[in-house]
């Protein structure tokens, strides 16, 4: 995982809310803020989520935890913020059938992810067969599909590293798996913006395209990373939790390191202060300061859903607080 220097992050959608963005008008915006540049901010943000989500969805499924369920949903959400993405540029029809191929995706993800933690190899050799055999040349019928073989590929490996529990190369191939997403998410908008650039007008490519994608993709990785290490630390699963302090420990530098601290021991069973922080949350990003505290108070909502095992509104939740950093990028962006 790079190394993100002291949040210099640059502006996000809301991409995991499920809202429409304004289209603003390429005249009067920077080449990162147009239209296309939005397209590829926004679809790269859905595609990570969804690994995130799945990794999420396995750890309950290894676990035999509660959070099951509830994430099995998110992916359902996350879809259909896929989907209607997938209706603005192709229309109905074709957000129909991403709709039917993505859900087949995510099925046998899920058989295999079973599969594996119940030893049933024919189950898990069928799933992964699935994927390749079946879901692959489906989804070619809609778009170019190639990059999707190797994004296939990482999710086997920390679905397979999380059952052995290898925590360090976990956190290691989790990371690869969402890198391979912004591949898959930027092969599909440059088709999309090569065969619409009526509605997908500007570049997007660039350093300050880039720069906005690369960003807003490390903050959620981030945000979604954090809640990992404190559910690891609430479930005292403490070799898990050393290996996603770790993770976290290359993303950013203070004071985020100091807060993610603050937040495992939290939720090991300390007590948090969270006035200092956002004091140095607000001076780091220049943000403003209701939007540090509704990320900060959405954080820790999180921590304390999984502190008492309030398993029906945690994925609900891990979204929000993912979602809640967005104002923070957006304000350093326009700043």
Known sequence: MRVLAVVVF??????????????PSPSNVSAAQTPAADLRTHLDLLLGEHVMIV????????????????????LGANTADLAALMGRAFGSTTATQFTQAWNMQNAYL??????????????????????????????????????????????????????????????????????HSQAVGDALTRQIVQRFPDKFPGSVDGRDVTNRVNDNLLLQERAYLVTMATDA???????????????LATSAGK??????????????????????????????TGAPRSAVEHYVAATVKVVDDQKSKSSKTLADDDRAAA?????LADSLFQG
């Not at 999707?148 to 989790?174: C, H, M, N, V």
């Not at 004071?255 to 780091?284: H, K």
């Not at 979602?323 to 104002?327: C, D, G, L, R, V």
């Open 55 to 74: 990794a999420k969805e396995t750890a309950a499924a290894v676990y035999h935890s509660d959070e099951y369920a509830p994430y099995t949903t998110l």
């Open 255 to 284: 004071p985020w390191t100091d807060w993610d601290a603050a937040l495992v021991a939290y939720a090991s069973g300390g007590a948090i202060e969270t006035s200092g922080f956002v004091d140095r949350l607000v001076t780091a």
């Open 323 to 327: 979602t809640a950093t967005a104002p």
């Open 233 to 247: 630390g609430a479930a005292k699963r403490d070799a898990e939790k050393i290996a996603a302090v770790a993770a």
């Open 110 to 179: 899920v058989d295999y992810a079973i599969g594996v933690v119940t030893y049933d190899d024919d189950k898990a050799n069928a799933a992964m067969g699935g994927l390749r055999g079946k879901f692959l040349p489906q989804f070619a019928q809609i778009v170019d599909a190639r990059a999707l073989g190797d994004q296939i590929t990482a999710d086997k490996a920390f679905i397979d590293d999380l059952f052995a529990q290898r925590f360090a190369q976990f956190y290691s191939d989790l990371h690869l798996a969402y890198a």
């Open 10 to 23: 640059v502006a996000a959608l809301v991409a995991c809310s499920g809202q429409t963005s304004v289209t």
